[in-house]
């Protein structure tokens, strides 16, 4: 089924309150044609407030919302060139997977619309089920008849909020690429609300991360991961070792020394610091090398995971590290000390 390009969204300035608390707080962010944009962050954070604003469900307190040339902000959900889908899927259970798909194709002509339902099948791979009953179907499969019935109508702009939630681990993860090949296929604009991190960064062409009603870093799923602006952007992203320490003079090709109780490391700095600053070095678990220059450790535990070791380092404070490598990597009995390093375009410094 041919799609047509979404024109850009902009949301400028976009604020919700409720009372004087700030639910969505002086959102700005432009929407690439064809692009597929995660919203991540934890529950209460204000992702689905800035979502249901954008389909029209909430009203904003100040700000505008532009679809291409159009201004959205004052239209009602049903005037809007957008749709959205719920994480509930709302299929009536009386009617059958076509007669679901094609509820919304009034006024189009009977033929015209078994047309369009025949290829929304087909798109989301369930073209002989049109005649199944909802209760009938894997979870997996009223999530597509629920996707197919969200694009009955080509809408400019599709929305989802938390779409994959009530899927188990395994039949996410499936969905997850069926989801991101039929957003390709259309080239229709997603804007997908979630809280996991490892679904956003599956999914995302880029991700906004929000926090306290606002967004706070957007960048690409790589960006975020290994360059996050913010101790909470990191944490969020995935499992981090932060060490403290105060950030050293300049060093060369952006990288600055930090002192920490146990020595001296090296990493990118995040933002402009001063000297003396205090500053946490973020650095994940895989690039933590056992065996190299740097901080001494003991090992507390270690776990064998097949392809890797999860390791639990102990710096001399009692703090800990964690690690993942290889389990050649180095010779490293639970009990023995030995050091830790890492390369400094590996760790990023942040403030404390």
């Given at each position: ?51 249901r ?9 100040s ?5 291409g ?19 509930s ?15 919304g ?10 047309a ?9 791979r369930?073209d002989?089920f049109?005649?199944r ?11 597509r ?45 997603f ?18 991360v ?20 913010s ?51 973020a ?49 490293a ?20």
């Amino acid at each position: 089924m041919p799609g047509t390009p979404a024109p850009r969204l902009r949301l400028e300035d976009l604020t919700k309150l409720y009372g004087t608390h700030r639910a969505v707080d002086a959102v700005t962010l432009d929407l690439e044609p064809d692009e597929f944009f995660c919203l991540l962050g934890p529950s209460g954070c204000g992702k689905s407030t800035l979502l249901r604003m954008i389909a029209g469900f909430e009203v904003p307190s100040s700000g505008h919302i532009r679809l291409g040339d159009e201004n959205l902000t004052a239209l009602p959900p049903h005037r809007r060139p957008v749709n959205m889908m719920f994480q509930s899927y709302a299929l009536f259970p009386h009617m059958s997977v076509a007669s679901n798909v094609g509820y919304g194709l009034k006024g189009i002509g009977r033929v015209a619309a078994a047309a369009r339902v025949a290829d929304l099948l087909r798109l989301v791979r369930l073209d002989g089920f049109g005649d199944r009953r909802p209760d009938t179907l894997s979870g997996g499969q009223r999530q597509r008849v629920a996707l197919a019935r969200a694009l009955a109508r080509e809408p400019k702009l599709l929305l989802l909020d938390e779409p994959l939630g009530a899927l188990d681990r395994g039949l996410r993860e499936e969905t997850q690429g069926e989801l991101r090949a039929v957003q390709r296929r259309l080239g229709t604009a997603f804007v997908v609300v979630t809280h996991d991190p490892e679904e956003a960064m599956m999914l995302a062409d880029r991700i906004g991360v929000m926090e306290g009603g606002r967004l706070v870093q957007v960048g690409k799923p790589e960006v975020l991961y290994r360059r996050p602006a913010s101790r909470f952007v990191a944490g969020l992203l995935g499992d981090v070792n932060f060490i403290p320490g105060r950030l050293g003079s300049e060093g060369s090709g952006g990288e600055r020394p930090v002192r920490t109780p146990h020595g001296d490391v090296r990493g990118a700095a995040a933002t402009q610091l001063a000297e003396g600053a205090p500053v946490l070095v973020a650095v994940r678990p895989e690039d933590l090398v056992l065996g190299a220059d740097g901080l001494p450790v003991v090992v507390a535990d270690a776990t064998f995971l097949g392809d890797r070791v999860r390791r639990t380092l102990r710096l001399p404070d009692g703090s800990i590290l964690r690690a993942s490598g290889r389990p050649a990597d180095a010779d490293a009995p639970v009990g023995s000390w030995t050091h830790v390093g890492f390369a400094p375009e590996a760790a990023v410094i942040l403030p404390a």
